[in-house]
């Protein structure tokens, strides 16, 4: 017995709202104001937040003597935070762009939240390298322009490249997104209250009517800009890889690392946006729009990106051994059972081994367990960017050098407040700007597109 | 847009006269000269032998992958040309006949297989519990086993369909697709590793298997566009398929290409970076002699021209364009795994002659008749399948 017709398009949005519906369901956050609920989060993201900016304070004042940084390990939180929130980003464009070009329309709904969360998550990775800096009240340094100290960027690091690859990112993103928003905006201004919200929604809906040419105008600039933002998801962790992989340390120096890196970012991206999208569609009233469905499929995408992740894991061990190499071999043994090798197993547990019960339809489509499942995923791919980065640094080639990295209480300052950032700026989202796009929903509504049944 | 179908407009014909003979010609001839080639020169036509087994394998197990992924995906603009990956998916079953000669000729082919030679070597000593004869006899049995039972399944699953319309035999492909997938990902790395990177035993590289992958999706995906293209303008397939219906396969070839050359930047890129000799060695040997032109040459075949090739929207749905590009995708892919085999036997400079010609002539004179023997005998297009009408009336 077939419970699925193949033979009929699936709707992607459930009980064919009306137009009017959409508009006014998905603008309602907007026009009304904050409840109590909302204070309280954004109360608790803000405490976070000051944590943060707390622990980076004391950082700018007493020095990076209070991180756990030591000899061997140079790279420690920081870097373990950059990698990490680089990654969350990752979803959003491959959302937005990926999916778009691949025709798949169960990605309307989301889209403008995850491209929202891959804005804001940038945002939060960019801190960590300009904090790393050391001054980074002098970032134009970073650009190569020809300044009066004659002081040119070390081209031939990949820090450098993370700059331009990450920057590159940002702003595509950011104008991929508010293309999008356009005709949205134009919906918010037609029915904003009062002047002040007119007169804002009119100036960045930039005179948009919705008609025929604007559509055709927008559909060819969306379709571009797509194009222009699937590379860059490749691009930036990438490069971010390639901080670690262009080096010659055992357990960085390995070829697969840029597709891994990539996966590793999608697929913690998703968990993220998932997590993050449980608790919109219901507290908004978005589960038709948001159905069980799109969760589902965000959930296979998660097992496949995991187990992408995993076939690099056992691709690098079995390269490691296959070598012959002894530093190589030495590396990954020490991870698996050396002082580290409990980040090592939260990390295989989290990574490879629990999000293979996404295989199950059963837990595919139960939110409380894929919320877990979801949560897990970061744990396992915070403490991946966390293996890579201290177990090769703390026992290197120089054995009378080794070290064991404990991080201090500012450390974890500094990633709480990493995470008050990011979840304040997407509370603070939620209530500014329509976080589905009301357009491209209205698109995939049934009785929507054009049929020829009765022609 | 006036041609939405609600019915299917197909009648089975046989492929032209003008497929089967060409390809028993190519078959014949390839024989004839593989045959010679063995008694000339035994060792330069093992090396070839190995190209044309990784050719086989490429277009067989990039088909399969195709038709799997299709599955999985739900994808509907490919259902009327499954059937052609379908079709060319079965070249998986030449795999164990082609790989006969090469197993024949192991001594010829990889250092490690010399017992004193590994003996006096550390590295390769500590890799023969891997680098074996027999643990790898075992292994690639292996694989070829796992890829012909799920052909068998997924391929008979598929055909049954044209009779019983059984909407249950997609939901039955769709979960042996999934279930595939993780053993095409470690069979498709560990040939690879076990037949080419073995090649130079002392080198390694934990991308190696996804540079092969991404060469075979290339080959299984150029096979299909150039016959789904060949046999729709012949009035082969189901009437009403457009350039339209073209377009993701263009796209796709688009994608791959990139995809591609994404893969072989990061893996030359690292190595050149970190320039330690372990691994710089295998660049430095496509590098020596005139191989610095073939390595040169590969840039500008297998990325440039299809990069520049299928750019454009309407390069991806013009039906002359596509078949003119997957061929030539076609011819990179076989460019490439001659690079990357062929070095280890002429360390000098590149070889091509007829012994080469040989081989090529049978790979593509097997291709043709197996397809044409399938197609004699089954449906071209998969016209029990419950997304055949979605997939003709896609339009872009």
Sequence with gaps: ?455 | MNSTHHSLDYVRKDLPVNFKKIGLILSVVGLILVIAAYYSDPVRSAFNNLVFLMLLTSIGLGAMFLVAIEYIGGAVWSTPFRRIAEFLAAVLILVPIAAIPVYLNLHDLYHWTHTDVVAADKILSSKSPYLNESFMLIRIALFMAIWLIFYKIITGNSKKQDESKDQNLTTKNIKISAIFMPFFALTITFAAIDWMMSLEPHWFSTIYGVYYFSGTVLAGLAAVTFLAVYLNEKGLLVKGLKSDNYYSLGALLFAFTNFWAYIAFSQYMLIWYANLPEETFWYLARWGGNWKFVTLGLLVVHFIVPYFGLLSQPSKMDPKRLKFMSLWILFAHLYDIYWLVMPTFSKESFVFGWIEAGFLSLAVGLILLIFNYKASRENVVAIGDPKLIRGINFRL
């Design chain 1, 1 to 455: 017995m077939s419970t699925v017709d193949y033979s009929q398009e699936l709707s992607v949005v459930e009980g064919r709202p009306s137009l009017r519906e959409l508009d006014d369901l998905i603008s309602k956050p907007l026009e009304s104001k904050p409840d109590k609920k909302f204070f309280i989060a954004i109360s608790f993201t803000g405490l976070m937040l000051l944590t943060g900016i707390t622990a980076l304070g004391a950082s700018f004042i007493y020095g990076t003597g209070l991180w756990g940084n030591n000899n061997p390990v140079g790279w420690g939180f920081p870097i373990v935070n950059f990698v990490f929130w680089v990654g969350i980003g990752h979803a959003g464009t491959l959302i937005s762009a990926i999916l778009f070009l691949f025709r798949q329309k169960w990605r309307t709904g989301i889209a403008r939240f995850a491209e929202g969360m891959t804005i804001f998550a940038v945002i939060t990775a960019a801190m960590f390298p300009l904090i790393h800096t050391g001054r980074p009240w002098l970032p134009l340094y970073l650009a190569p322009y020809p300044n009066q100290h004659s002081i040119w960027p070390n081209f031939i690091s990949p820090l450098l490249w993370d700059v331009f690859a990450v920057s590159t990112y940002f702003i595509v993103s950011l104008i991929f997104w508010y293309v999008g928003l356009i005709p949205d905006l134009a919906v918010l201004r037609d029915k904003a209250g009062t002047k002040v919200k007119k007169t804002i929604y009119s100036i960045f809906s930039l005179g948009w009517r919705f008609s025929n040419r604007h559509w055709q105008h927008y559909e060819m600039m969306y379709l571009i800009l797509a194009g222009f933002a699937t590379p860059l998801v490749l691009s930036v962790h990438t490069i971010v890889s390639y901080d670690f992989a262009v080096s010659i340390m055992p357990g960085w120096h390995a070829t697969i690392f840029p597709p891994y890196f990539v996966a590793g970012a999608v697929f913690s991206g998703f968990a993220m946006v998932q997590n993050v999208l449980i608790f919109i569609r219901k507290i908004f009233n978005y589960e038709h729009i948001i159905t069980l469905k799109v969760l589902e499929n965000m959930n296979k995408i998660i097992l496949l990106t995991g187990s992408l992740v995993g076939y690099a894991y056992a691709m690098e061990f079995f390269i490691a051994w296959y070598s012959g190499v002894q530093a190589e071999q030495f590396t990954f043994i020490n991870r698996a059972f050396g002082p580290y090798a409990w980040a090592y197993w939260i990390m295989i547990s989290c990574n490879v081994i629990s999000p293979q019960l996404f295989w199950f339809k059963k837990i595919r489509t139960s939110i409380p367990i894929m919320f877990v499942l979801g949560v897990l995923v970061n744990v396992g791919m915070w403490f991946e960017r966390f293996v890579i980065t201290v177990t090769s640094l703390s026992r290197d080639y120089l054995p009378s050098s080794w070290a064991y990295y404990t991080p201090t209480i500012t450390d974890f300052g500094i990633l709480i407040g990493s995470f008050g950032l990011f979840f304040t700026l997407l509370l603070i989202f939620t209530k500014t700007l329509p976080v589905i796009s009301i357009a491209e929903v209205k698109a995939v509504v049934d009785g929507a597109q054009p049929t020829h049944k009765d022609h």
